[in-house]
């Protein structure tokens, strides 16, 4: 068990639709970084949240945002879904925003687009 | 362009020996990596790290090596167990220009098969 935390294990939508994600880091962990899976992609990496404050992104689509809370749980909103969305998303979160700390992943959001 | 590259989908190895994982990096900014294993329907779970300091660390059973000019780093688990099957990604990260770290640029994994 890594200590983080990602709801809803599985989340079946329709195009078109809205969802969001939720997150809850290892405790004490301030960063928060989101992840697409894909059988074509791999481990894509998304965003990046450092203590409620967004630090970098990746290969994020426009239609998706994310952010994090003074919890420091951190929601990723995807929107306008299609078809190609369907993938795992990973939650992963580390200790600070320092390059030299290993990320620790919850078990992911599979997500299917019907 | 995969930045991080593992050209092996498969490898088996019987149980007791060594495996051995290997790892190609393209982008030169990369200055700490991870290798990672995942089970089916879980998370990756971290393994063992290295910053580009260094030329090998070691936890246990496992011991990562990085040679820089070869832009390669492996995987080495001795000896190998059971337990061991899974699918083992390597992944680089970098300081971005604001201070920090960026996300993980992760390889496509290699299946690692543990026979008996």
């Known amino acids: 068990d890594s200590g983080v935390t990602q709801t809803p294990k599985h989340l079946i939508t329709a195009t078109g639709q809205r969802v969001t994600l939720r997150c809850s880091p290892r405790?004490?962990?301030?960063?928060v970084y989101w992840y697409q899976q894909s059988l074509d992609q791999g481990l894509q990496f998304l965003i990046h949240?450092?203590?409620?404050?967004?630090?970098a992104k990746g290969n994020i689509l426009e239609r998706f945002s994310a952010q994090q809370f003074p919890d420091l749980h951190s929601e990723l909103n995807l929107s306008s879904l299609e078809l190609g969305d369907s993938a795992l998303y990973f939650c992963?979160?580390?200790?600070?925003?320092?390059?030299?700390?290993?990320?620790?992943f919850g078990d992911g959001t599979r997500l299917s687009i019907l | 362009d995969q930045q991080v590259k593992q050209n092996s989908p498969s490898l088996s190895v019987q149980e007791g020996r060594i495996s051995i994982l290997n790892c190609d990096y393209t982008?030169?900014?990369?200055?700490?990596f991870l290798w990672y294993k995942k089970y089916p329907a879980e998370g990756p779970t971290f393994l063992i790290s290295?910053?580009?300091?260094?030329d090998k660390n070691e936890d246990g059973r496992f011991t990562v090596f990085l040679n820089k000019s070869a832009k390669h780093l492996s995987l080495h688990i001795v000896p190998s167990q059971p337990g061991d099957s899974a699918v083992y990604f390597c992944?680089?990260?970098?300081?971005?220009?604001?201070?920090?770290?960026?996300?993980?640029?992760f390889g496509k994994g290699t299946h690692l098969i543990i026979q008996p």
């Open positions: 992963a979160s580390s200790v600070d925003a320092t390059e030299n700390q290993p990320q620790h």
């Open positions: 405790s004490g962990d301030l960063s």
């Open positions: 949240y450092y203590n409620g404050e967004e630090r």
């Open positions: 982008n030169s900014m990369f200055d700490y």
């Open positions: 290295i910053s580009s300091i260094k």
């Open positions: 992944a680089a990260s970098a300081q971005y220009s604001g201070g920090g770290a960026d996300g993980l640029t």
